[in-house]
């Protein structure tokens, strides 16, 4: 599998819908999505994947997606996680009703059946092209994930990638820790496997720029000084890997430091950083911290991290706002501060799906340390 590099990251002021014009806000975010959407046009069925944090998910849905649009006219589709509870295919099946807003196929139709039957009516309607966008794959793989139905919807992902419907194009996003794994599962199933793009980490030099631009764009924006944001992005650079410009960041590290340090000025009203800032003590105090301001509830959210939201092996999983209010560790009330507070410190991150919400730990760097605070 061959592909590309670099995508720059965000960190301010927390989770906002994104729009076109966020493709100009980062450098090099114009390079690498035209190189992927060039990818996509090329190919029914594209494999994306990369390490934790690289940005899979920001560069399609603040790069590629809106140029596709734009240029050629797409829609598009996208999945951004797979509740353990629902097959892969209802899942796929449901999200294309609500984001195509097409109608329910007919109840004698199975459930492969109707997908295709579904996008089949989408062309009909329109002969605009159609992205759909399967994000997270990896959670397909999770230890405890039932077996027998992923093995069948992967079956049928090949067989639909290579179905003779024009304008259709895959593109199937996932962790590269996990794309062993998932080569394994996929095995013989080559449509699956054969375009994929590598989205790696930003270097030092490449991210240095990104966030003293966001910090700027900030609210209240503040000024960053590139020297110490240089410094700062070295320290978190992925381990072995010299003090240049050219050493790749550890981008989930850095998202947290930043976000941390903009909220540690904008709290005390300093609007520059200028000086030395050191990036381990942020990270160690930064969910301490988070679960601190919680104040008597931090010990139900401790509990809700620890035993609902990591899994036997460290993972994140997926918790549905139902599951969450059954395992009775507060009151509604209660369980509803908790839950703002920590998505809002980026500690949880929240998607709407079929009337409820499902929850999952920003990043892995946190489900590490909540496993480790378990242990």
């Known amino acids: 599998m061959t592909g590309a590099t670099r995508e ?20 090099g975010r114009e390079a690498v999505g035209r190189e992927l959407a060039s990818m996509i046009l090329a190919h029914r069925c594209v494999a994306l994947f990369g390490p934790s944090g690289a940005g899979k998910s ?45 109608v329910a196929p007919d109840a004698t139709l199975g459930l492969y059946e109707s997908v295709e039957w579904t996008v089949r009516q989408a062309f009909r309607r329109s002969d605009r092209p159609i992205l759909i966008y399967l994000d997270q794959i990896e959670q397909l793989l999770f230890p405890g994930r039932a077996a027998a139905p992923v093995e069948a919807f992967l079956d049928w992902l090949d067989r ?12 199937l996003a996932m962790r590269e820790d996990y794309l062993g794994r998932f080569r394994d ?12 793009f590598r989205l ?58 930043c976000r941390a340090l903009f909220a540690e000025r904008a709290a005390g009203g300093a609007a520059t950083v200028d000086g030395p800032v050191q990036a381990e003590p942020i990270l160690r105090g930064y969910l301490d911290n988070s679960l ?36 009775g560790l507060a009151t509604s009330d209660q369980l509803d501060v908790i839950l703002t507070d920590l998505e809002r410190a980026a500690i949880l991150r929240a998607e709407q799906h079929r009337g409820t919400r499902y929850f999952e730990l920003g990043h892995d760097w946190l489900a590490k340390k909540v496993h480790e605070r378990k242990q």
């Open 185 to 196: 599962r996929a095995r013989g199933r080559h449509r699956l496997l054969e375009n994929g």
């Open 160 to 171: 639909f990638a290579e179905a003779p419907i024009r304008g259709l194009h895959l593109v």
């Open 200 to 257: 790696g980490p930003m270097t030092v030099g490449e991210i240095v720029g990104a966030v003293c631009q966001s910090a700027r764009g900030g609210v209240p924006p503040q000024s960053w000084s590139p020297p110490a944001m240089r410094t700062l992005m070295l320290q978190v650079r992925v381990p072995g890997q010299g003090e240049a410009d050219e050493a790749e960041v550890q981008t989930a590290f850095a998202q947290i430091v």
């Open 292 to 327: 601190a301001a919680l104040g008597p509830l931090r010990h139900a959210a401790e509990q809700l991290l620890e035993d609902q939201l990591v899994a036997a092996d460290g993972t994140r999983t997926l918790l549905t706002e139902e599951a969450a209010r059954a395992a």
């Open 58 to 102: 920001s560069v399609m849905q603040a790069a590629v997606i809106p140029a596709l649009d734009e240029e050629y006219d797409f829609r598009h589709v996208a999945i951004d996680g797979w509740p353990a509870d629902e097959e892969p295919v209802a899942w796929l099946l449901y999200t294309l009703h609500a984001q195509l807003k097409l």
């Open 8 to 27: 720059p990251v965000n960190p301010f002021p927390g989770p906002q819908p994104y729009r076109a014009a966020d493709r100009d806000r980062f450098h």
